[in-house]
């Protein structure tokens, strides 16, 4: 923007500047020309008394040598029936013109100018009085003016170059604040607010921006607020549960372990919830789908159904918190249990681009009918509520990834989990 305005700037402030300076020269110049014929014609001027007194060669020679064009040799008077007195430079042609004439004239020479001032004298006589004017008198001072005109014209465009680029530079500093604030919302530091500075509409900007981050404050933190009390409920019904189970001795061992999971996430989310913000954090993807499948593989042979684990033997690193991918796994893996029969095969694959890792969850059943209204209304269809897509969905998204519905090559559904790791920065840390 500013290298913009800059050049903005300069051809403004040139055109002005031309419009202005281009006549101005044009006007010195004549000026100048003006002035030197003007001298030229005082000149001759003053010798008109001589020669209404006398005409002899010797007296105008004195008279012409007392003026300033004389004593150059640019001066010449011409007597008709007689000698020219001086040095001579105009054609006889046109001193005789000249001689018939009532008022003075000018002729161009190569040179310069002549300047030809006739008087009349007594009887039928006359004389004409010839005035050189070198074009060095025609320019004095020309160049230098116009000197003086391109330096005041230069000043003009540095200085409205300067005066742009204070302007665009405070346009600029406004506005990067403003971006810089923005990704610092974006990326989770809700306690970003800016000063509004700058232009008006930067600062209106800016004011709302603030309005906007106080509101999703409040907003995200209401909803803290209400799962965290959602979840804390939770706990009464469990803490029953738990003592029914006790009752029931060991058989009810395997209910009681389940239960102690769902106690584990019941506490997970309350302290997330209570988190003031989330802070990036690193997984090894590998290592969540190794153990999510050992857990699912228990109920995956009770149902006779064949299950495949690829790409999951060397650590792959993803920008999302163990937990939560665990979870997205989970409602995915819990999707395929419940909709397809039982002996459907399913397999999970784990890919490693470069920008992006994806997680593939394959299975043999009837497929899904609609998958872009799937992915739209966040439910697959055959009394589906969607929630473990829509649990996808966000944990991709969150990543700035997305999630792909797609034919497997098992014949059914493929649910693809793509998650972007190209600002990953922080090595993976392992507990």
């Known amino acids: 923007m500013r290298r913009t305005l800059a050049v903005l700037m300069v051809a403004v402030t040139s055109m002005v500047a031309l419009a202005f300076l281009v006549p101005l020269a044009m006007i010195v110049k004549e000026t100048a020309q003006s002035r030197a014929v003007a001298d030229a014609e005082r000149q001759a001027s003053s010798l008109v008394p001589v020669l209404a007194l006398t005409t002899r060669t010797g007296d105008l020679d004195l008279a012409m040598a007392r003026t300033a064009a004389g004593r150059r040799g640019h001066l010449a008077i011409h007597v008709s029936g007689g000698p020219a007195s001086g040095s001579t430079r105009a054609p006889a042609a046109e001193v005789a013109k000249a001689a018939s004439q009532t008022k003075a004239g000018t002729i161009a020479l190569p040179s310069g100018y002549v300047l030809l001032r006739p008087v009349a004298l007594d009887g039928t006589r006359s004389a004409v009085i ?59 530091d809700l306690a970003e607010r800016i000063h509004p500075d700058g232009p008006p509409e930067l600062v209106a900007a800016a004011t709302a921006f603030n309005s906007m981050a106080n509101r999703v ?48 996430e019941v506490d997970a989310i309350i302290a997330a919830a209570r988190r003031p913000q989330r802070t990036a954090t690193f997984c090894d993807a590998a290592e969540v789908l190794r153990e999510r499948l050992t857990f699912w593989s228990a109920l995956a042979e009770d149902q006779q159904r064949p299950w495949q684990l690829i790409g999951a033997t060397l650590p792959v690193r993803v920008p999302v918190p163990a937990a939560e991918l ?76 997305t999630l792909r519905l797609d034919r497997s090559s098992l014949g059914g559904a493929q649910i693809q989990v793509w998650l972007r790791t190209r600002a990953l920065k922080k090595p993976l840390s392992r507990p």
């Open 130 to 188: 010839e005035v050189f004017v070198p074009a060095a008198d025609l320019n004095r001072g020309v160049f230098s003016s116009w000197a003086v005109l391109t330096g005041v014209a230069v000043v003009l465009v540095l200085g409205s170059v300067l005066v742009g680029d204070r302007l665009g530079a405070r346009v600029v500093r406004a506005a990067r604040r403003l971006g810089g604030a923005a990704t610092a919302l974006g990326e989770g």
């Open 326 to 401: 665990g979870a997205a796994v989970d409602a995915l893996l819990g999707n395929v249990f419940r909709h397809t029969g039982e002996g459907t095969a399913f397999s999970v694959t784990l890919h490693e681009g470069k920008d992006t890792v994806g997680i593939l969850i394959a299975d043999a059943g009837p497929g899904i009918r609609d998958p872009e209204t799937a992915i739209e209304r966040g439910a697959s269809g055959a009394g589906s509520t969607g929630l473990g897509l829509d649990i996808a969905r966000r944990l991709a998204e969150s990543t700035g990834g």
């Open 217 to 264: 404050a409040q907003l995200l933190a209401a909803e803290r607020e209400m799962a965290a009390d959602l979840s804390h409920r939770l706990r009464t019904p469990l803490a029953g549960l738990r003592l029914s189970l006790d009752h029931l001795g060991p058989q009810a061992e395997a209910s009681k372990q389940a239960l102690t999971r769902l106690e584990g």
